[in-house]
T-cell receptor, first 111, second 115 residues
Framework: AQSVTQLGSHVSVSEGALVLLRCNYSSSVPPYLFWYVQYPNQGLQLLLKYTSAATLVKGINGFEAEFKKSETSFHLTKPSAHMSDAAEYFCAVKVSDKLIFGTGTRLQVFP | DTEVTQTPKHLVMGMTNKKSLKCEQHMGHRAMYWYKQKAKKPPELMFVYSYEKLSINESVPSRFSPECPNSSLLNLHLHALQPEDSALYLC??????????????FGQGTRLTVV
């Protein structure tokens, strides 16, 4: 069955530092992959998606992710963290009509 | 309009009450979803409607009853819930099945507390 694994339930960075959130997928066919962000007591907002059109995907708020088939990875990066980036981040894979989420990574940003 | 609207935002109900959660979207999406999210956990899929027909039920207890009256509306009827059902309930919509425009759009959720 298709799934995603997020390594690291918590990531802490200083403001202005590189953000790297890891996601690996398991799929026998090219997957549809997504990164969502969730702020406290809110719904999920789509950051970016991979649908096989391009391996480097740019999203909102300066985030981007690179699809690497050889590593079965879809890591999320941002060159310079901002305090407002503090939130929960979920990697997800779409299987038919099911959106399956990873366990999430909480990003903390320190001044 | 890329908005999914959920009402109410907060709901407190007793274990003998009957209540309903509502979800509305006007993006022309023909797939709609209910997810349950407990604190510090990822969303868990409950139900999927595709073209107004229930296509997936993830073995959800019968005290949760979904309804899709038309392509824009999705309801979740609640009856005889337990305190452990307290959670954030999220509604989402998307185009059905696969394809490039396959992302799901989420509402802000209903925070449900069962007392």
């Amino acid at each position: 069955a298709q799934s995603v694994t997020q390594l690291g339930s918590h990531v802490s960075v200083s403001e202005g530092a590189l953000v790297l959130l890891r996601c690996n997928y398991s799929s026998s066919v090219p997957p549809y992959l997504f990164w969502y962000v969730q702020y406290p007591n809110q719904g999920l907002q789509l950051l970016l998606k991979y649908t096989s059109a391009a391996t480097l995907v740019k999203g909102i708020n300066g985030f981007e992710a690179e699809f690497k088939k050889s590593e079965t990875s879809f890591h999320l990066t941002k060159p310079s963290a901002h305090m407002s980036d503090a939130a929960e981040y979920f990697c997800a894979v779409k299987v038919s009509d099911k959106l399956i989420f990873g366990t999430g990574t909480r990003l903390q940003v320190f001044p | 309009d890329t908005e999914v609207t959920q009402t109410p935002k907060h709901l407190v109900m007793g274990m003998t009450n009957k209540k309903s959660l509502k979800c509305e979207q006007h993006m022309g999406h023909r797939a709609m979803y209910w997810y349950k999210q407990k604190a510090k956990k990822p969303p868990e899929l409950m139900f999927v409607y595709s073209y107004e027909k229930l296509s997936i039920n993830e073995s959800v207890p019968s005290r949760f009853s979904p309804e899709c009256p038309n392509s824009s509306l999705l309801n979740l009827h609640l009856h005889a819930l337990q305190p452990e059902d307290s959670a954030l309930y999220l509604c989402a919509s998307s185009t059905p099945h696969g394809g490039a425009d396959t992302e799901a759009f989420f509402g802000q959720g209903t925070r449900l507390t069962v007392v």
